[in-house]
């Protein structure tokens, strides 16, 4: 039977109470805090206490849009230890936006941000489900431990842990790529098996020592990242957001051990000044994830600081699913093997049946680590999985005949000119290897003629300069004719989510049909 998270981490409470769980460095705010993994459980027992004189019982959602902190932290695991629904929300959601998620949810408390309070009230009518919004501090932990303080711990230590099983842990809201956003419902099985997987696919120690950088309302920071290092016994040092210095004088200063980023701040940590005289011989584990790394950057990386990435392939939906080992070949370009209670299949995206190794499909996943469907919406989850299972990610792929897995961009990304199939990363690759080049995307845009044709929006390095002329002619070098791109558009930066991951729908809103220099 797979160990409870849960379990665990109240596990972890007695057997290291005094060692560090957090330390939260939020240096924004000139405050250094350490938190044992004794005091995160009397925490946790008082936050329990806190909900449930508010009424929280099994099942209700309770919406946190809050900074990255410790009460953040008590709250999400208070309201799981409760059997409740933890629905973390990005704190850059306006007011406006912040309604449709709290009310899809039928959320019965929310946790916000005091500078965000005051924005909230001419919207509370529009919010029927919610009985209370409740003020945090979002940068001492102070307020929030004083709120808690008067609960006693002992009461909740009686409360009953949630099983590892089918009960909804959280809810973590898809982007909305293909419409409004929808609730994954994750489970307590379903983060009790990724963990455990990661545990022993990662080899997370009790003695590591994890430099969280991350946002922590995206299952990247919050499943794999905090829920990664408590559930190991491991310290977690907490930045409240990335900046190059600090991270890299962290990662040498701290003696950290385990590094989890996005390549776009893996890319900010190559090309910082003197980067390659950071001493990291003591780290055992740096991760990509959450958008495709290029194979420029994971060279990059190892000559700057002579370690391997160690790429892999998540979503909202399941957290992880495949992974590069960490003992044997990390393939550049591929995002590895499928982990512990994973299974991956590659089918085509018609018919639904599987492909032959090295033809690209819909990558399918399978296993306990999958979410039981979304919030309220059953069309769209039986739209998401097959008869027997598979969920259908969108994203396509193809698997090599050892096992690894290669991605090929998301389906609804496809571009099909003049009859032609062609995969975005394939140009994106290309046009990587230009040396006026910094970063790039590839899109399809309407065309009358050719149904859509191949768009590159491009970001030029610093002091570079190039054509589109000799950008299309670098490509005709490497590329099939109708691979090419056609138009060519320079920008300064493309829009991002929270993660530093291309938001191509968005990029479609806001070039197609613009062309040139």
Same mark, same amino acid.
Request: glycine share 8%; aromatic share 8%; with cysteine.
């Given at each position: 039977?797979?160990?409870?998270?849960?379990?665990?981490?109240?596990?972890?409470?007695?057997?290291?109470?005094?060692?560090?769980?957090?330390?939260?460095?939020?240096?924004?705010?000139?405050?250094?805090?350490?938190?044992?993994?004794?005091?995160?459980?009397?925490?946790?027992?008082?936050?329990?206490?806190?909900?449930?004189?508010?009424?929280?019982?099994?099942?209700?959602?309770?919406?946190?849009?809050?900074?990255?902190?410790?009460?953040?932290?008590?709250?999400?695991?208070?309201?799981? %230890?409760?059997?409740?629904?933890? *629905?973390?929300?990005?704190?850059?959601? #306006?007011?406006? =936006?912040?309604?449709?998620?709290?009310?899809?949810?039928?959320?019965?408390?929310?946790?916000?941000?005091?500078?965000?309070?005051?924005?909230?009230?001419?919207?509370?009518?529009?919010?029927?489900?919610?009985?209370?919004?409740?003020?945090? $501090?979002?940068?001492?932990?102070? #307020?929030?431990?004083?709120?808690?303080?008067?609960?006693?711990?002992?009461? +909740?230590?009686?409360?009953?842990?949630?099983?590892?099983?089918?009960?909804?842990?959280?809810?973590?809201?898809?982007?909305?790529?293909?419409?409004?956003?929808?609730?994954?419902? *994750?489970?307590?099985?379903?983060?009790?098996?990724?963990?455990?997987? *990661?545990?022993?696919?990662?080899?997370?120690?009790?003695? $590591?020592?994890?430099?969280?950088?991350?946002?922590?309302?995206?299952? !990247?920071?919050?499943?794999?990242? *905090?829920?990664?290092?408590?559930?190991?016994? +491991?310290?977690?040092?907490?930045?409240?957001?990335?900046?190059?210095? %600090?991270?890299? @004088?962290?990662?040498?200063?701290?003696?950290?051990?385990?590094?989890?980023?996005?390549?776009?701040?893996?890319?900010?940590?190559?090309?910082?000044? $003197?980067?390659?005289?950071?001493?990291?011989?003591?780290?055992?584990?740096?991760?990509?994830?959450?958008?495709?790394?290029?194979?420029?950057?994971?060279?990059?990386?190892?000559?700057?600081?002579? !370690?391997?990435?160690?790429?892999?392939?998540?979503?909202?939906?399941?957290?992880?699913?495949?992974?590069? #080992?960490? !003992?044997?070949? %990390?393939?550049?370009?591929?995002?590895?093997?499928?982990?512990?209670?994973?299974?991956?299949?590659?089918?085509?995206? =018609?018919?639904?049946?599987?492909?032959?190794?090295?033809?690209?499909?819909?990558?399918?996943?399978?296993?306990?680590?999958?979410?039981?469907?979304?919030? %309220?919406?059953?069309?769209?989850?039986?739209?998401?999985?097959?008869?027997?299972?598979?969920?259908?990610?969108?994203?396509?792929?193809?698997?090599?005949?050892?096992?690894?897995?290669?991605?090929?961009?998301?389906?609804? $990304?496809?571009?099909?000119?003049?009859?032609?199939?062609?995969?975005?990363?394939?140009?994106?690759?290309?046009?990587?290897?230009?040396?006026?080049?910094?970063?790039?995307?590839? &899109?399809?845009?309407?065309?009358?003629?050719?149904?859509?044709?191949?768009?590159?929006?491009?970001?030029?390095?610093?002091?570079?300069?190039?054509?589109?002329?000799?950008?299309?002619?670098?490509?005709?070098?490497?590329?099939?004719?109708?691979?090419?791109?056609?138009?060519?558009?320079?920008?300064?930066?493309?829009?991002?989510?929270?993660?530093?991951? &291309?938001?191509?729908?968005?990029? @479609?809103?806001?070039?197609?049909?613009? +062309?040139?220099?």
């Amino acid at each position: 039977m797979v160990p409870s998270f849960l379990q665990t981490l109240q596990e972890n409470g007695r057997r290291f109470p005094d060692k560090p769980a957090i330390i939260n460095d939020d240096w924004e705010a000139g405050i250094r805090e350490t938190l044992t993994y004794g005091q995160l459980e009397e925490n946790i027992r008082r936050t329990m206490e806190l909900l449930r004189s508010r009424g929280v019982t099994a099942g209700d959602r309770i919406a946190l849009q809050l900074s990255k902190g410790l009460p953040f932290v008590y709250l999400h695991l208070a309201v799981m %230890r409760l059997g409740a629904v933890s *629905l973390p929300l990005n704190p850059g959601y #306006p007011a406006h =936006e912040l309604t449709y998620f709290v009310n899809d949810a039928e959320a019965r408390l929310l946790f916000i941000d005091r500078p965000l309070a005051a924005d909230l009230e001419p919207h509370r009518a529009g919010m029927p489900h919610l009985q209370e919004a409740i003020a945090v $501090d979002p940068a001492d932990s102070g #307020p929030f431990a004083a709120l808690i303080a008067p609960f006693d711990p002992d009461v +909740a230590a009686g409360v009953p842990l949630p099983p590892a099983g089918e009960e909804t842990a959280l809810m973590i809201y898809t982007s909305g790529t293909t419409g409004r956003p929808k609730g994954a419902m *994750l489970t307590h099985g379903n983060l009790s098996h990724n963990i455990d997987a *990661l545990h022993r696919a990662w080899g997370w120690q009790a003695d $590591d020592r994890l430099l969280h950088v991350l946002p922590i309302f995206h299952a !990247h920071g919050l499943l794999v990242a *905090l829920h990664g290092a408590l559930n190991a016994g +491991a310290t977690c040092l907490m930045h409240p957001r990335f900046d190059p210095e %600090r991270t890299l @004088r962290a990662l040498v200063d701290e003696r950290c051990t385990v590094f989890m980023a996005v390549p776009t701040i893996h890319r900010k940590l190559v090309e910082y000044p $003197d980067a390659g005289r950071c001493d990291l011989s003591h780290m055992r584990l740096l991760t990509s994830g959450s958008d495709r790394l290029p194979d420029d950057l994971f060279t990059a990386f190892q000559q700057t600081f002579g !370690h391997t990435l160690l790429e892999r392939y998540g979503m909202s939906e399941t957290s992880m699913n495949l992974s590069n #080992p960490l !003992h044997g070949e %990390r393939r550049v370009g591929s995002v590895g093997l499928p982990l512990p209670y994973v299974e991956a299949r590659i089918v085509d995206p =018609e018919s639904g049946e599987p492909l032959p190794d090295g033809q690209i499909g819909e990558v399918q996943i399978r296993g306990p680590h999958v979410c039981k469907g979304y919030w %309220r919406q059953p069309d769209k989850t039986a739209e998401a999985f097959t008869a027997d299972g598979w969920l259908k990610t969108g994203d396509l792929g193809l698997r090599e005949p050892d096992g690894y897995f290669i991605l090929k961009g998301r389906s609804k $990304d496809l571009i099909i000119s003049g009859g032609y199939n062609i995969y975005p990363p394939e140009v994106e690759l290309v046009l990587a290897d230009h040396p006026a080049v910094a970063a790039s995307a590839v &899109v399809g845009c309407p065309d009358s003629t050719w149904g859509e044709v191949v768009t590159a929006v491009v970001i030029l390095r610093p002091g570079a300069a190039a054509t589109a002329e000799e950008i299309q002619q670098f490509c005709r070098e490497k590329l099939v004719n109708y691979k090419i791109p056609r138009r060519v558009i320079f920008t300064a930066d493309v829009p991002r989510n929270a993660m530093g991951k &291309v938001q191509k729908v968005d990029l @479609r809103r806001q070039f197609c049909g613009r +062309a040139g220099n």
